[in-house]
C-alpha cells in the first residue's frame, strides 16, 4: 500500500512540476458586459500551454471558459466497472442505433417529481465510445497568412513577431499545421492587385512574378511559422481574382467568368505560382478551383471574384486545370474543388460531373466554407458517401463577417469562440480533415481591407503598443489544434442520457483517446464518459466550457 501511495504522490508531482512551466494568461477584462477576458502578448511576455502525456489508466483535462479559465489542468483516473456488473453492449453500434432509447418507466411518473426528473437530466450526460468505429482520418488546423495578416504581424517589434508565431505554431502554443494562403491578392490585401496585369491579354504570362506582398510579407510569415512548427505545415493556395484581361467584364469584381480563350492560360496561372512559392523553398500541397465562385456569379459583394457555373468549372478542370498539374512535376499537389459554402456543394459537384465525369477524377476532394452554416452538417456526409475518394476541408471561417453583423469585431466575445467550436465538432462529425480560421490576425478594426469588408480574427494586433490580444476564438481553435494530431482518426461516440454534449472524439497515432466537448448551458454539467463496456471516466463540465480531454486507457 506504501508503494501505491507513493506512486501516486510522484504523478500528482510530475502533473504539478509539469503544470508549473506553462505561463498563465495576461488577463485583461475588456469592460463590456457580457464579454469574456483576452490574453495579452507582448515582446517580454505570452502564455503557453504544454500538453502533457497522461501515464497508463489516467487522463488530463484543459478547460477554457466564458468565466476566464484558458487550457486550466486537470487530471484523473480511469475507471472499470466490476465484470459482474459490467453490461454486454458489443464494442460495434448497430448501423441504426439511436443514441437513446426511451424506458417505458419515464410514463409512469408523479407529475411533482418532473422538476427533479428536468433537473437530472440537466445536470448529468452520460457518452459511450465506440473505439473500434472509425472514421476518417485529421489532417490538421490552421488559418491564413494573408496580406492582412501579414502586414499587421510585420507591425510588432522582432521579439513580439517571435512570440506571435510561437503562440499559433510553436510546441507551447497551439501548434497549427496548416496555412492557406491567398494567389495574389484577395479583399484582406491594401489594394486590389493580381499577377501579370501587364501586358494586355498576355495568354502565355510572360510577366508573372511575385508581388512585395509575398516577398516581404507573407513568405516571411510562413517561413517563420515553419521554423516554429512542430510538424510538416501543409499550405492551400487559392486565387481569388485573375488578371481582369482573363474575365469577361474586365474588372476586379462583379458578374463575370473567365473567357474561354484564357481557360489554359488560368490553369497555367497556378501552375507558375506553384512554380513561384517553389523558389522562394515553399512547398503548396494544395490548390482550390478559386475561392467562392458564386460571388461572380450572384455578385453580392465588391471584394476580388471570378464566378464559375457547374458545368464551366467541370470544363476547365478536366481539360486544362486537371491535366496541367497532373502532368507537371507538381503532380502531387492536391486539387480542391468548389471552395464554397456547404449549399452550393452538390450542385457544383453534380454540374462538374455531369460536364464532363474526368473533372471529378482530377479533383482530390473539395473544399468548404464557414458562412453557410445554416445548411445541417448532414450535407457533408451525403457528399462524402456520393464521392468517396475525395476529402473534405474547411478551407475559410471568421465571425463579424454578415451585412446583419452590426458588430465587426466584438472584443472578448465568447459567443465567437462558440460559435467555432460548434461549427468544428460539426465539421469533424461529418468527415471534414480539417479546419482552417481565416486571417491569423488583424488590426482591432478588423482589416485592414481595401473594400472595408472588415471582420474578426482570434488574435488582434495593437501596433502602436507591440503587443496583440488572443481572443476566445483563438482558444477554441487550440483546443482541437493542439491535442488532435494529424494521423488521428475520428470515433463514434453516441450518448446514454437524455441530455448530451457536443462533443467529437479521436484515436491519436499514439494509442490515445482524445475528445472534446462543450458546454454550452450557464450550468455545470457532470459528465460520464464511457470508453469500453467497463472503462469510463467521470468529469465536470463548467458552465459554458470547452473541455479537451486526453484518455490513455491502457
Known sequence: MACVKLGIVLVLFAFTAAAEEDLPCAERDVGIEGRSIVCVCNATYCDTITREEPAPGTFVAYTSNNAGLRFAKSYGYVQTINATVADEEEEYPEPEQKDYEEDERLLDINLEDIPAILETIRSNVTLRMFLATRHQFIEGFGGSVTDSASMNWRKLSDRTQRNFINTYFGAKGIEYNLIRVPIGGSDFSTHPYTYNELPWNDGALTNYSLTEEDLFFKLPMIKMSQQAATDEIKITASTWSPPVWMKTNEKITGFAQLKPEFYQSYADYHMRFLEEYEKAEVKIWAITTTNEPINGIVPFVDFNSLGWWPWQLGRWVANNLGPTIRNSRFNKTLILAVDDQRYILPIWLKGMEREDPRSIEYID???????????????????QEMYPGKILLSTEACEGPMPWDLLKVAIGSWRRARRYTTSIIEDLNNFVVGWMDWNLCLDPGGGPNWVHNYVDAPILVY???????????YY?????????????????????SLGTLENVAVLTPKGNVVIVLQNRR????????RISSRKYIELTMEPESIKTVEINHN
Not at 476532394?365 to 457528399?383: D, Q, S
Not at 501596433?463 to 476564438?473: L, N, R, V, Y
Request: glycine letters at 8%.
Open 463 to 473: 501596433a502602436d503598443k507591440d503587443e496583440f490580444i488572443k481572443q476566445p476564438m
Open 476 to 496: 477554441a481553435m487550440g483546443h482541437f489544434s493542439k491535442f488532435i494530431p494529424r494521423g488521428s482518426r475520428r470515433v463514434q461516440v453516441a450518448r446514454r
Open 522 to 529: 450557464r450550468h455545470e454539467v457532470n459528465t460520464t464518459i
Open 365 to 383: 476532394g473539395i473544399a468548404v466554407h464557414y458562412y453557410g452554416n445554416f445548411v445541417p452538417g448532414k450535407i457533408l456526409t451525403r457528399i
